[in-house]
């Protein structure tokens, strides 16, 4: 007779992060021809493949941050002007252990010391945060773990990737790069020993898969690193003061504090020297860069493209120094050094102005120069705010920047509706840059359902030019990718 005492059903409490359209959906589902408004352009053939943080259990603590979630990979194949979707949960080693036990076993945001002591020393990540595809291969990415491989048919997991054990680091950055020119991908990691420490790993993966090379410089203070910059020329980081600490964490406090008494500086490294090469910049004023558009090099200048903000993540980190201080609204900047100069200063502009978040260009272009810069937004000309989530103000509208015009135009989702980020298709491996299709799943709040819709990305104010719809919800996710048909295997 089995022994073990039994566990009461699940029942999420009633937090923000599991309330209305950030419910949990758990659901791992194939639906094939899904139903489409409009028609799906034939070129468009490949997978849409994104990540989310689905939590497969309630809280073990009771409460939770959304960044805690199980990671959820949603796909959406398209061939032939049909949709196909298919959703599963990464198998990490969490969701194994939990699925087991029927019941949460990993308690808050990257803190052992609040696990179940059955598990101790086992793997908490949760592969929630990104999708990335390179040479070959599916990898799902969250930035306190190393990557998990996953088959690009079946979404079924294969397990640890770790680069054939070259991949040093514990933990592997979410937000990886792509040098289109040369194939290789450029990732980092930090808190590299699974921990807070200082240390930050830059490592190089050649176009054929193989981790061939990696630098380690140390950051003035152990802090979140999100993401980065890669130019053809250089490497460069915006580290902020999203501290972390091994003693706060072992008290119970949120693993991350914002802490305004510190700088913000950027460390720029050259891609062929390396870390013998860094050197550091200062920032005027204390903020955050969120997210990275691009980098490209102007002659002897650098220039960093991103969505920052003059305070940091704080309603979901608070200030240990002014807990009472608000979070602001993230603007993209371009940030401009001059690498013949002596001073630790650069020059700062905005990019345009509006506010936005998961900033996307064309992915031929990554590390050069581009012109066509594409974002989630908020335009209340055109609709009002809809209910905080989470995550915050949801966005209402698809943003795009044409540079080349100094223009810029927004795709409104209509009501209740809240796009997610946008992915960047180009119409053909030879098309002009920009000339392709927006791709961005969109939260019908008021039916509880989800929608994939395709913007041609010249004119997203025109309109979609097809909505598939989902007949469910998706739970919201953060990143996504696209893998053209005739990479993928089968
Ligand atoms: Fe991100």
Redesign the pocket.
Known sequence: MDSRPMSAAPRFPDLLIHRGYAAPARMEVDVYDLEVDGEIPRELAGCYYRASADPQYPPRLGTDIFLNGDGMIHSVRLENGHADLKTRYVRTEKFKLERAARRALFGAYRNPFTDDPAVAGRNRGTAN??VCWHAGRLLALKEDSQPIELDPRTLATRGTFDFAGALTSKTFT??PKIDPVSGEMIAFAYNTEGHTSTGIEIHFISASGELTRTERFEAPYASMV??FHVSQRSIAFTLYPMINDWERVRNGEPFFHWNSTLPTVVAVIPRAEGVRGIRWYRYPGIGMAT?SFNSWDEGPVLHLEQFFTGSGWLSQFPDIRDPSARELPPFAKRWSFDLTSPSEEFAQAALFDQIGEMPVIDPRYLTQRARQYFFGTINTDLGPMLEWGPKGPPFTCIGHFDEARGATSFYYAGRNSAPEEPCFVPRSPAAPEGDGWLLTMVGRRAENRTDLVILDARAVGAGPVATIRMPCRLHEG??GTWVPLEQLPG
Do not use: I, L, R, V
């Open positions: 945060t990104s979410a937000h999100h993401d997210h953060f990143h």
